[in-house]
């Protein structure tokens, strides 16, 4: 139970933070119904409107929920369907004036859907269950448009992580080791848990996977590697091709090289900056390549190309045909047309210009207040704070929501200083603004 007599601040955003720390240290229990704003105020002896801005900014901290009438409480584990690593990733909806916490495309820089939903048949038939799974000209498209030639097979699937999931399913079993980058996305390390398989945490530079962490964990010995080669989720690195042609060379090099299936999410494919890259130049027979469409054509659209060695491929095909069957073909025609119409490449082309201009304005801002994001690629950046959990707070009390960064550690990583990840590509104006806000989040201590 809050006790308004543990609270020694008066301002909002000292009291926030001992709220929040209370949270943190277990003192307070998940689920614990809050004093009102007249109540609290009351006791304290400080208005209602600072007792309001304190609750706004632990609500876009992610710390409590307002139910209404029924009062504000300490967040308990919301949406069951998430993992613990998940849940809490993205700041707050409630009150937000600008949230850089969820990692999605800005909608209006996705091309409209309407000229593409008119080259659908206006029945959904599909002839026979057991059609080729791939549209022959979306497949003929894709092969044409591959980063690397003389791929084996193509086919289409449910988003990225779907294909990523289901290509680790062929070829990780229970208790393999699978190297995975840290920072890296927390889904990776859910799935590599679902399946029964150990993290090898790869550290990241400037230039991608360093090979000193890679060569580390081939000497263990895994099943597979997974990279994400562009706007690397949450850094916004981008892999450099020399970084790439070292990192196939040390896995050509490895005792059992032909063992290890490299697993490569390009999700952010037509809106990254980078050139294209793909460790399949050098290795083709152990490279699964999944490009996904989701940030450069609509999150909900739910698709992405995957090629690969038929070896694996073909049984992921088979795989699927037991359960969803194959990605729908009204969905393979709208994203043929999208990806061949001459407006909507333009306008891809330009959301591309707009997210690399908004990512160099927030960063040279940023370098300007003295913190260091590199050159981020995408929409996203991984800002070094402090402490995570002051950070978003000070964040909150300004109106402005980040993910937390903790989720994106591989299980076991202790080296990685604390960050938050910046979804940069949401910031539409007044860069300097922002900048000054992140940069002054950044240097607040950890609190008490």
Known sequence: M?????LTSRTPRGIAGEIARMIADGDLDAGERLPTVRELSTALGVSAGTIAAAWRALSDAGAIVSRGRAGSFVRAEPREWLSPRVQGLAGAAHEV????SHGTPDPAMLPPLEAA??????RADTGRYHDLPVLPELHAHIAETWPAPGVETFTVVD????????????VVRFGDRVAVESPGFPYFFDLLEALGAEAVPLSLDRDGVTPHSLAYALARRPAAVVLQPRAQNPTGVSMTVERARTLARLIMETPDAR??????????????????VTLARWIPNQVVHVRSF????????????LGGPARIVERLVARRMLGPGWTS????????????????????????LIYRDRLDRLAVALRRNGVDVGDPDGINLWLPVLDERAARVRLAASGI??????????????????HVRVTGGMVVENARLVAEALAEAAAVPAMG
Do not use: C, M, N, W
Request: net charge neutral; hydrophobic share 40%.
């Open 329 to 352: 073909r009204v969905l393979q025609t709208v994203l043929l047309g999208l990806l061949t119409d001459p407006g909507s490449v333009a306008r891809v082309r330009t959301a591309r």
């Open 294 to 305: 989701s940030k450069s054509h609509g999150p909900d659209l739910r698709i992405a190309a």
């Open 401 to 418: 929501a980040v993910s937390a960064g903790s989720p994106y550690l591989a299980p076991g990583d202790t080296t990685t200083t604390p």
């Open 159 to 170: 988003g990225a992580l779907d294909g990523i999931s289901r290509t680790l399913e062929q």
């Open 97 to 100: 004036r600008l949230d850089l």
């Open 2 to 6: 809050l006790r308004p007599d543990a």
């Open 117 to 122: 939903f008119a080259r659908v048949s206006p």
């Open 259 to 276: 063992k290890v299936t490299v697993v490569e999410d390009d999700h952010s494919a037509l809106i990254s900056s980078a050139p294209d």
